[in-house]
C-alpha cells in the first residue's frame, strides 16, 4: 500500500469522524435551543390568542355597558304598553345596537329575560330576521336564573352551532342597578352575544400549524416536558395547547439530514484538499527519494540525487547522502566508543565489567588471583568548581594517561600480563591486576599512583591540591564476584580517606564487619518505632550569669538488637539512606510536647533548640511540620531554635533560602551549629541568614589552646556585627569559659555546665542548682559576680 493510500485510509476516518461529532454537537446544541425557541412561539402565539379573546370579552362588557346606561333600554324596559314598547322602543332600541357595533355584519345578538325564562327581547345582528334566542344560550339563561350569581362570562361552543362568549348581567328594572340577592327574582337577565371570529380564526391557524387545537377547560396545564403552553382567558377559564411530540421530531429529522449531508459534504471536500497537499508536497518527493535510494541500494546508482524539493525532504535527501557516505566511518566510532571513555581514552565501566568478569572466572578456574585498586581523587569537586570544568576535564585526563604509563611500566618490568585499567566514573578509576599477593606488586602501584599528588598534581605546569585514596580487594580472598570486589574495593577506599587521605588500605575483615554493622544498622532504621527505641536527652545552654536559657534537645538511640547506637554512627547512614525524614519529625514532635516541662523548670523564656538535618528543608513540608507541631502543643514559634550545622551554606540553593526565609518569617529562630567545622569562609558569614551562631567544640579547643583572644574576639565580633548571638559549644573547663567570656561569647554549653539529661534527672538538675543558689545567697561574706563575668562555679551551680 502506498503511502498516499495509507495516509487516506488513516486521515478520512478521523476528519469524517471530526465533523459527525461537530454536527453531533450542534444537533444536540440546536436541539435544545429549537426546542426553547418554538417554546416561546408557542406561548406568544397563544398569549396572543388569550389577547384576542379578552378583548371581545371586553367588547361584549362595553356594549352591555353602554346599552345599560342608555336612555332607550330604561324606556324600553320601563314602558307598559306592550305594543307600544315593540314597536316604537324596540326598534331605537335595535338602532341603538346597531350603532354601538364596530362592525355592521359583525355578530352580535342582546336578549332580555325575566325570571320566568320568557325573552321580552331578542335581537342579533345576522340575515335572519326572524332570528330566537337558541338553545344553548337559553339553557345558560336557566341555570343563571336558578343560581345565585349576578354576572357571569361563558363562552358557549356547542356542537355544530357557532361558539359565543356570552355576557350575563342581572338587572334590577326599577333601579337599573345590581338587584339585592334577596330580589334576584324580579330582575332582568340581559345576555350579550358575540362571536370571536378573529379568536377561531387564530385557533384554526394554530391547529393547522401544529396539528392540535386549543381546548378551553376550566384549570390550566400541568407542567410537563412537552411542547404545550396554557393562559388564562377570565374567571376558572384556560385555553391550553399541546402540541404532538411528533411535530417537533420531524422538525429534527430534517435537521438531522442537512448536518449529516453538510457534514460528509465538509469531509469529502477536506480529504480531497488533504490528499491534494500530501500528495504535492510530502507523499510525491518522499516516492522520488525512495526510488533513488533503491536505485543506490540495487547499486544502479552510486549516489542519492536531488529530489528537487525543499525544507524538510530536501534536508532529508541530503541527510541521507551524508548518512550513506558516512555508514562505514560511524560503525568504527560506536565499537571504539562503546568500550572507550570519551574523555580519557581508556577503558570505560561498561567494558571494565566485562573484561573483569572473565579475568574473575579465569582466576577462579585456575586458582589464580587478581588484585582491583580502587582510586578516588580527593578534592577534585573543589578544584573542578574552583578552577572550571574544562581543568577538570584536563586534570581527568592528564591523571589518566600517567595512571596508565605508570601501571604498565609496573607490569611490563615485573612480566606480567597487562593490567586492566578504567574510568568507572567521575573521578573514579579501577586498576584490576593479576598477581600473586606478597610479590610486592600491589604496594609497588599503589605508592607510584601516590607520589603522581606529591606536592599536589601538576597538570601545565600548575598543581593543583588534589590527593588519591586508594582500596585494595583481591580476589578470591576478599571477593568472589565483580559486584562484590568493586564494593569491597570502595569500601577499602572510604577507610583510606577516614585515616587521612593520599593513601591506601586494604579490604580487611574489620572493615566488612564495619559495612555488615552498617547494614544491620540501615535496616533497623527502616522497621524501628521511634517511640519504642527512640528517647531525647536535654543539654542546657546558660548565659553570661549562669541562667538556663535554653535547652538542646539531642537524639539518642538504644536498640534491642544492635545496643546502644550513637548519633555519629547513625546519623550519617540515615542520611545517605533517605530514613532522616522520620526520625526528624520523630525528634520535632517529641521534643515540642517536652517544651512545656521545659519551661516549668528554667522559665516561660526557655528557648528549645532542635537539629534537624539540612536535607530536610529543600522540602516544604518541613515548615508545614514544624508549624502544626507548635500549633498542636500551644507554642510560639520564638521558643523553638532550629539547628542547621555550618556545612549547609556552602550548597545552598535559592529553593532552600526560600524554605529557611519561610521559616523565620513565622517567627522560628534558625542557628548555625558546629561552626567552624567545616569550609566556612568569612563571606558565608556574611551571607547567613540565622540568629545564633555555636562555634564547634573543635574551634573552641583550638583556639583556647593557642591562646587566640583576639582571633576568637574577631569571630564574636563579626557575628555580634551581623545581629546574631553566640554560644559557645564544648565548655568544659574553666579556661575555655573564660577565654569565652573574655571574647564576648553570649551564651555557654558543655559538660562543665552540665552532660546532656533526660527530662528527669533535668528535673534533678534544675532542683540542685536552685538549692545551691539559695545556700550561696545565705553563706555570709558572699560577694556578687560583676556584670558578665561568669565563673565555671556560676555556670554549674
Given at each position: 500500500?502506498?503511502l498516499?493510500?495509507?495516509?487516506?485510509?488513516l486521515?478520512?476516518?478521523?476528519?469524517?469522524?471530526?465533523y459527525?461529532?461537530?454536527a453531533?454537537?450542534?444537533?444536540?446544541?440546536?436541539?435544545?435551543?429549537?426546542?426553547?425557541l418554538e417554546?416561546?412561539?408557542?406561548?406568544?402565539?397563544l398569549e396572543?390568542v388569550a389577547?384576542?379573546?379578552q378583548?371581545?370579552?371586553q367588547?361584549?362588557k362595553?356594549f352591555?355597558?353602554?346599552?345599560?346606561?342608555?336612555?332607550?333600554?330604561?324606556?324600553?324596559v320601563s314602558?307598559?304598553d306592550?305594543?307600544?314598547?315593540f314597536?316604537?322602543?324596540?326598534?331605537?332600541?335595535?338602532?341603538s345596537?346597531k350603532?354601538?357595533?364596530?362592525?355592521?355584519?359583525?355578530?352580535i345578538?342582546?336578549?332580555?329575560?325575566n325570571?320566568?325564562?320568557?325573552?321580552?327581547?331578542?335581537?342579533e345582528?345576522?340575515w335572519?330576521?326572524?332570528?330566537?334566542i337558541?338553545?344553548?344560550?337559553?339553557?345558560?339563561?336557566?341555570r343563571l336564573?336558578?343560581?345565585?350569581?349576578?354576572?357571569?362570562?361563558t363562552?358557549l361552543?356547542?356542537?355544530?352551532e357557532?361558539?359565543?362568549?356570552?355576557y350575563?348581567?342581572?338587572?334590577?328594572p326599577?333601579t337599573f342597578?345590581?338587584?339585592?340577592?334577596s330580589?334576584k327574582?324580579?330582575?332582568?337577565l340581559m345576555?350579550?352575544?358575540?362571536?370571536p371570529?378573529r379568536?377561531?380564526?387564530?385557533?384554526?391557524?394554530?391547529?393547522?400549524?401544529?396539528?392540535a387545537?386549543?381546548?378551553?377547560?376550566p384549570?390550566?396545564l400541568a407542567v410537563?416536558?412537552?411542547?404545550?403552553?396554557?393562559?388564562?382567558l377570565g374567571?376558572q377559564?384556560y385555553?391550553?395547547i399541546?402540541v404532538?411530540?411528533a411535530?417537533?421530531?420531524a422538525?429534527?429529522l430534517?435537521?438531522?439530514?442537512?448536518?449529516?449531508?453538510?457534514a460528509?459534504?465538509?469531509?469529502?471536500?477536506?480529504i480531497?484538499?488533504i490528499?491534494?497537499?500530501?500528495?504535492?508536497?510530502?507523499t510525491?518527493?518522499?516516492a522520488r527519494?525512495?526510488?533513488?535510494?533503491?536505485?543506490?541500494?540495487?547499486?544502479?546508482?552510486?549516489?542519492?540525487?536531488?529530489?528537487?524539493?525543499v525544507?524538510?525532504?530536501?534536508?532529508?535527501t541530503?541527510?541521507?547522502?551524508?548518512?550513506?557516505?558516512?555508514?562505514?566511518?560511524?560503525?568504527?566510532?560506536?565499537?571504539q566508543n562503546s568500550?572507550?571513555?570519551?574523555?580519557t581514552?581508556i577503558?570505560?565501566?561498561?567494558?571494565?565489567n566485562a573484561?573483569?568478569a572473565?579475568?574473575?572466572?579465569?582466576?577462579?578456574?585456575?586458582?589464580?588471583?587478581c588484585s582491583?585498586?580502587?582510586?578516588?581523587?580527593?578534592?577534585?569537586k573543589?578544584?573542578?568548581?574552583?578552577y572550571?570544568?574544562?581543568?577538570?576535564?584536563?586534570l581527568?585526563?592528564?591523571?589518566?594517561?600517567?595512571?596508565?604509563e605508570?601501571?604498565?611500566?609496573?607490569?611490563?618490568?615485573?612480566?606480567?600480563?597487562?593490567?586492566?585499567?578504567a574510568?568507572?566514573s567521575?573521578d573514579?578509576?579501577a586498576?584490576l591486576?593479576?598477581?600473586?599477593?606478597g610479590?610486592?606488586?600491589?604496594r609497588?602501584?599503589?605508592s607510584?599512583?601516590?607520589?603522581?599528588?606529591?606536592?599536589?598534581f601538576?597538570?601545565s605546569?600548575?598543581?593543583?591540591?588534589?590527593?588519591?585514596?586508594i582500596g585494595?580487594a583481591?580476589c578470591p580472598?576478599d571477593?568472589?564476584?565483580?559486584?562484590e570486589?568493586?564494593?569491597?574495593?570502595?569500601?577499602?577506599m572510604y577507610?583510606a580517606?577516614t585515616?587521612?587521605?593520599?593513601?591506601?588500605?586494604?579490604?580487611?575483615r574489620a572493615?566488612?564487619?564495619?559495612?555488615?554493622?552498617?547494614?544491620?544498622?540501615?535496616?533497623?532504621?527502616?522497621?524501628l518505632?521511634?517511640?519504642?527505641?527512640?528517647h531525647?536527652?536535654?543539654?542546657?545552654i546558660?548565659?553570661?550569669y549562669?541562667?538556663?536559657?535554653g535547652?538542646?534537645?539531642l537524639?539518642?538511640?538504644q536498640s534491642?538488637?544492635?545496643?546502644?547506637?550513637?548519633?555519629?554512627?547513625f546519623?550519617?547512614?540515615?542520611?545517605?539512606?533517605?530514613?532522616?525524614?522520620?526520625?526528624?519529625?520523630?525528634?520535632?514532635?517529641?521534643?515540642?510536647?517536652?517544651?512545656?516541662?521545659l519551661?516549668?523548670?528554667?522559665?516561660?523564656?526557655?528557648?528549645?533548640a532542635?537539629n534537624?538535618?539540612?536535607?530536610?528543608l529543600?522540602?516544604h513540608?518541613?515548615?508545614?511540620?514544624?508549624?502544626?507541631?507548635?500549633?498542636?502543643?500551644g507554642?510560639?514559634?520564638?521558643?523553638i531554635?532550629?539547628?542547621l550545622?555550618?556545612?549547609?551554606a556552602?550548597?545552598?540553593?535559592?529553593?532552600?533560602r526560600e524554605n529557611i526565609?519561610?521559616?523565620?518569617?513565622?517567627g522560628?529562630?534558625l542557628?548555625?551549629?558546629?561552626?567552624?567545622?567545616?569550609?566556612?569562609?568569612v563571606q558565608?558569614?556574611?551571607?547567613?541568614a540565622?540568629?545564633t551562631?555555636?562555634?564547634?567544640?573543635?574551634?573552641v579547643?583550638?583556639?583556647?589552646?593557642?591562646h587566640a583572644?583576639p582571633?576568637?574576639k574577631?569571630?564574636?565580633?563579626?557575628?555580634?556585627?551581623k545581629?546574631m548571638?553566640?554560644?559557645?559549644?564544648?565548655?568544659?573547663t574553666?579556661?575555655?569559659?573564660?577565654?569565652?567570656?573574655?571574647?564576648g561569647?553570649?551564651?555557654f554549653?558543655?559538660?562543665?555546665?552540665?552532660k546532656?539529661?533526660?527530662?528527669e534527672?533535668?528535673a534533678?538538675?534544675?532542683?540542685?542548682r536552685?538549692?545551691?543558689h539559695?545556700e550561696e545567697?545565705?553563706?555570709?561574706?558572699s560577694l556578687p559576680?560583676?556584670a558578665?563575668?561568669?565563673?565555671?562555679?556560676?555556670l554549674?551551680?
Amino acid at each position: 500500500m502506498t503511502l498516499g493510500k495509507r495516509a487516506l485510509l488513516l486521515i478520512f476516518p478521523v476528519v469524517l469522524a471530526g465533523y459527525l461529532l461537530a454536527a453531533l454537537s450542534v444537533h444536540f446544541a440546536e436541539k435544545r435551543s429549537i426546542r426553547a425557541l418554538e417554546q416561546a412561539k408557542l406561548s406568544q402565539r397563544l398569549e396572543h390568542v388569550a389577547a384576542v379573546f379578552q378583548n371581545e370579552i371586553q367588547r361584549s362588557k362595553g356594549f352591555l355597558t353602554a346599552l345599560l346606561n342608555s336612555n332607550v333600554l330604561r324606556q324600553f324596559v320601563s314602558e307598559t304598553d306592550e305594543r307600544y314598547r315593540f314597536a316604537a322602543h324596540g326598534v331605537r332600541l335595535q338602532e341603538s345596537i346597531k350603532s354601538l357595533s364596530d362592525d355592521p355584519i359583525a355578530f352580535i345578538s342582546f336578549s332580555v329575560l325575566n325570571s320566568r325564562m320568557e325573552v321580552e327581547y331578542y335581537f342579533e345582528n345576522s340575515w335572519d330576521p326572524f332570528a330566537e334566542i337558541d338553545r344553548p344560550q337559553r339553557e345558560l339563561a336557566r341555570r343563571l336564573i336558578a343560581g345565585k350569581r349576578l354576572s357571569d362570562l361563558t363562552y358557549l361552543e356547542p356542537t355544530g352551532e357557532r361558539p359565543r362568549i356570552v355576557y350575563s348581567v342581572f338587572v334590577d328594572p326599577v333601579t337599573f342597578g345590581r338587584p339585592m340577592p334577596s330580589n334576584k327574582s324580579g330582575a332582568l337577565l340581559m345576555q350579550v352575544a358575540v362571536l370571536p371570529d378573529r379568536f377561531l380564526a387564530m385557533q384554526a391557524a394554530l391547529k393547522k400549524e401544529y396539528g392540535a387545537d386549543i381546548v378551553l377547560q376550566p384549570w390550566p396545564l400541568a407542567v410537563t416536558d412537552t411542547l404545550s403552553a396554557s393562559v388564562p382567558l377570565g374567571t376558572q377559564l384556560y385555553a391550553t395547547i399541546v402540541v404532538p411530540e411528533a411535530h417537533f421530531e420531524a422538525q429534527m429529522l430534517q435537521q438531522k439530514i442537512l448536518l449529516g449531508l453538510g457534514a460528509l459534504a465538509m469531509s469529502l471536500l477536506s480529504i480531497w484538499l488533504i490528499v491534494l497537499l500530501i500528495r504535492r508536497f510530502i507523499t510525491g518527493p518522499i516516492a522520488r527519494l525512495d526510488a533513488n535510494v533503491t536505485a543506490v541500494m540495487t547499486r544502479e546508482h552510486d549516489e542519492i540525487t536531488g529530489t528537487g524539493a525543499v525544507g524538510e525532504i530536501g534536508r532529508l535527501t541530503q541527510n541521507i547522502r551524508e548518512l550513506h557516505r558516512q555508514s562505514l566511518e560511524s560503525l568504527r566510532l560506536v565499537e571504539q566508543n562503546s568500550w572507550t571513555d570519551t574523555l580519557t581514552g581508556i577503558t570505560n565501566r561498561g567494558r571494565f565489567n566485562a573484561a573483569a568478569a572473565g579475568i574473575v572466572d579465569n582466576v577462579l578456574s585456575c586458582g589464580d588471583k587478581c588484585s582491583l585498586l580502587f582510586i578516588d581523587i580527593d578534592n577534585f569537586k573543589f578544584v573542578n568548581d574552583k578552577y572550571g570544568h574544562d581543568v577538570g576535564d584536563d586534570l581527568l585526563k592528564r591523571l589518566a594517561a600517567r595512571i596508565t604509563e605508570c601501571v604498565e611500566l609496573i607490569s611490563k618490568r615485573r612480566g606480567q600480563q597487562p593490567a586492566l585499567i578504567a574510568r568507572l566514573s567521575g573521578d573514579e578509576f579501577a586498576v584490576l591486576v593479576r598477581s600473586q599477593t606478597g610479590d610486592g606488586t600491589l604496594r609497588e602501584m599503589s605508592s607510584a599512583i601516590l607520589a603522581l599528588f606529591d606536592g599536589g598534581f601538576e597538570v601545565s605546569g600548575t598543581r593543583y591540591p588534589v590527593t588519591a585514596s586508594i582500596g585494595v580487594a583481591i580476589c578470591p580472598d576478599d571477593a568472589v564476584t565483580v559486584a562484590e570486589l568493586i564494593s569491597n574495593a570502595d569500601a577499602a577506599m572510604y577507610q583510606a580517606k577516614t585515616g587521612g587521605r593520599n593513601r591506601s588500605a586494604r579490604f580487611s575483615r574489620a572493615l566488612k564487619d564495619r559495612r555488615t554493622r552498617q547494614s544491620q544498622i540501615q535496616e533497623e532504621l527502616r522497621a524501628l518505632d521511634p517511640n519504642e527505641q527512640f528517647h531525647l536527652v536535654y543539654m542546657p545552654i546558660v548565659n553570661a550569669y549562669g541562667q538556663v536559657v535554653g535547652c538542646e534537645a539531642l537524639l539518642r538511640w538504644q536498640s534491642p538488637v544492635l545496643g546502644n547506637v550513637t548519633p555519629d554512627e547513625f546519623v550519617p547512614i540515615a542520611e545517605r539512606s533517605g530514613l532522616f525524614a522520620k526520625i526528624d519529625w520523630w525528634v520535632i514532635d517529641k521534643a515540642m510536647s517536652d517544651c512545656h516541662q521545659l519551661k516549668a523548670l528554667f522559665g516561660p523564656e526557655t528557648v528549645l533548640a532542635i537539629n534537624i538535618s539540612s536535607a530536610e528543608l529543600h522540602s516544604h513540608a518541613i515548615n508545614d511540620h514544624f508549624s502544626e507541631c507548635a500549633e498542636r502543643h500551644g507554642l510560639e514559634p520564638q521558643s523553638i531554635d532550629i539547628e542547621l550545622t555550618e556545612t549547609f551554606a556552602v550548597k545552598v540553593s535559592d529553593h532552600l533560602r526560600e524554605n529557611i526565609e519561610q521559616l523565620r518569617r513565622k517567627g522560628f529562630r534558625l542557628s548555625i551549629d558546629d561552626f567552624g567545622a567545616g569550609y566556612t569562609s568569612v563571606q558565608q558569614i556574611i551571607d547567613y541568614a540565622a540568629d545564633t551562631i555555636k562555634l564547634d567544640r573543635v574551634l573552641v579547643s583550638n583556639l583556647t589552646a593557642s591562646h587566640a583572644l583576639p582571633v576568637l574576639k574577631a569571630v564574636v565580633a563579626l557575628c555580634h556585627a551581623k545581629d546574631m548571638a553566640v554560644v559557645g559549644e564544648g565548655v568544659d573547663t574553666p579556661e575555655k569559659l573564660a577565654m569565652l567570656t573574655a571574647a564576648g561569647c553570649d551564651r555557654f554549653q558543655g559538660y562543665l555546665i552540665s552532660k546532656p539529661l533526660a527530662l528527669e534527672d533535668l528535673a534533678i538538675w534544675a532542683l540542685s542548682r536552685t538549692v545551691r543558689h539559695q545556700e550561696e545567697r545565705r553563706s555570709p561574706g558572699s560577694l556578687p559576680r560583676t556584670a558578665g563575668m561568669a565563673s565555671a562555679e556560676n555556670l554549674r551551680a
